[in-house]
């Protein structure tokens, strides 16, 4: 599986962006798929997650109620919509792919796509 991360760039604060993830090879749907994020000087960190049916969701506490994953099985690809983005949101946003759980190791990584919040 290949994944190709899009729809970063620069914003503002309280903007909205939804960043997309293309994947190829016909077994997308049999991967869960999320996202994670690295911030200047910081470590990656888990943003959210989806099962493979899309059925279930997941998304880091401090994330909740701002930012939402999806996905379309029929397109390949995943979403992660990010509503009320503040300048701690700037971070290079990766996709990954699972073939095990969610809590398993990550199988497959996307280039990363910048996110540049301003204040």
């Known amino acids: 599986v290949q994944l190709q991360a899009s729809g970063g760039g620069l914003v503002q604060a309280g903007d909205s962006l939804r960043l997309s993830c293309a994947a190829s090879?016909?077994?997308?749907?049999?991967?869960?798929m999320g996202w994670f994020r690295q911030a200047p000087g910081k470590e990656r960190e888990f943003v959210a997650a989806?099962?493979?049916?899309?059925?279930?969701?997941y998304s880091a506490d401090s994330l909740k109620g701002r930012f939402t994953i999806s996905r379309d099985n029929a397109e390949n690809t995943v979403y992660l919509q990010k509503n009320s983005l503040k300048p701690e949101d700037t971070a290079v946003y990766y996709c990954?792919?699972?073939?095990?759980?969610?809590?398993?190791?990550?199988?497959?990584w996307g280039k990363g796509t910048l996110v540049t919040v301003s204040s």
């Open positions: 990954a792919a699972w073939s095990g759980g969610i809590s398993s190791k990550v199988d497959y």
């Open positions: 090879g016909r077994t997308f749907s049999r991967y869960a």
């Open positions: 989806i099962t493979w049916s899309g059925s279930s969701t």
